[in-house]
């Protein structure tokens, strides 16, 4: 696929947009709006904000069909679309609070991005302690984002009996949630941080297979995994970390396994050129921004670390959207 000169510009464009949706966003405009219909005005008053940005703002905003105006003689007001009422407006039961916070929090993704390129990663930015209120809302996020794949992984891995399944870095659990929905027979141990697991327990607890979920705090580095599982699931964690690190926990997985056990890993992974797919591609950005070590993944590079470590019968499947499900035995 080659871009033309008018697609280029139309890309740079895009900025204007993304950054008009990220200041309603911070304003909170959706969630003021909720189901009422309020004037420009009196968002402003609500807002703190003064009228003449915040009347810019909505207008534009209803420009991208993000927001309806109804007009009369008298006085104008803005609403909520249904889409904006339903998934940004903090009194509806679908708000997606974590989705929102990743949002914010990447608005200033790009502002040292040449710095990095020039200079390397400030390896000294991910020393400090985790945010527990941070990974919370993260953790809601990849919920969020993991209802759109998490079938399609699910329809994947119960392919095959999965029997006694360790899903490590569970985040919210809903992979293997949709993994037991399939496969009746199923259970699983659910393993990740303390403030990840609140969350997966919440999640999980509206969901039929509760009953057939164990949930564990715990480090990938500094727990161990615990033994006999048929089937264990490590998705979206390996782009955190380096070739060392994953090697490993690839180690640690492979302990825990049966012989003729199944892992399998569910990520964003490139061709071997590393220029596609699109997403996995540009998601390398995100990693040599957010990550001390990480990056997107070849396919053969995985390969070649999952034999290092005792795997075999290795098996790659798209899912979607750039993810793809790599599967290897344990021999």
């Known amino acids: ?44 008053i609500l807002t703190k904000t003064k009228l003449e940005g915040m009347e810019i703002l909505l207008n534009a905003l209803t420009a991208m069909g993000v927001l ?27 708000f997606r609070i974590g989705t929102v916070m990743l949002m914010l929090d990447s608005r200033g993704e790009y502002e040292n991005f040449s710095k990095i390129i020039k200079k390397g990663r400030n390896c000294k930015e991910f020393e400090s302690e985790e945010d527990p209120k941070f990974r919370n809302l993260f953790t809601y996020a990849m919920h969020e984002r993991s209802e759109l794949s998490a079938d399609k992984v699910a329809d994947a891995v119960s392919q095959k009996k999965v029997g006694k399944l360790l899903d490590l870095g569970c985040g919210p659990g809903s992979y293997t949630a949709a993994i037991l929905k399939k496969d009746k027979t199923a259970t699983a141990t659910l393993m990740d941080r303390e403030a990840a697991i609140k969350v997966a327990r919440k999640i999980c607890k509206t969901q039929s297979v509760y009953n057939r979920l164990h949930f564990v705090s715990g480090d990938l580095f500094d727990n161990e995994f615990g033994e006999d599982y048929d089937t264990v699931l490590l998705s979206n964690i390996i782009h955190i970390y380096n070739a060392r690190e994953n090697k490993t926990i690839f180690k640690k997985i492979n302990k825990a396994l049966k012989k003729g056990g199944r ?24 990693m040599l921004l957010y990550t ?40």
């Open 68 to 94: 309806n105006k109804n007009k009369n003689k008298n006085k104008n007001t803005f609403r909520n679309t249904p889409v904006t009422y339903k998934y940004f407006c903090k009194s509806s039961p679908n």
């Open 263 to 286: 892992f399998v890993l569910y990520d964003l992974f490139l061709n071997n050129s590393k220029t596609e797919p699109y997403d996995a591609a540009l998601f390398a950005i995100t």
């Open 1 to 44: 696929m080659m871009l033309s000169y008018k697609d280029i510009i139309n890309k740079i464009d895009q900025l204007e947009e993304a950054n008009i949706l990220l200041s309603a966003l911070d304003f909170n405009v959706f969630s003021i709006l909720g189901k009422k219909s309020l004037s420009a005005k009196r968002v402003a």
């Open 292 to 331: 001390k070590t990480g990056k997107s993944y070849a396919f053969g590079e995985v390969d070649s670390l999952l034999r290092n470590v005792g795997f075999a019968r290795i098996k790659k499947k798209k899912i979607g959207d750039g993810s793809s499900i790599i599967e290897a035995i344990k021999i």
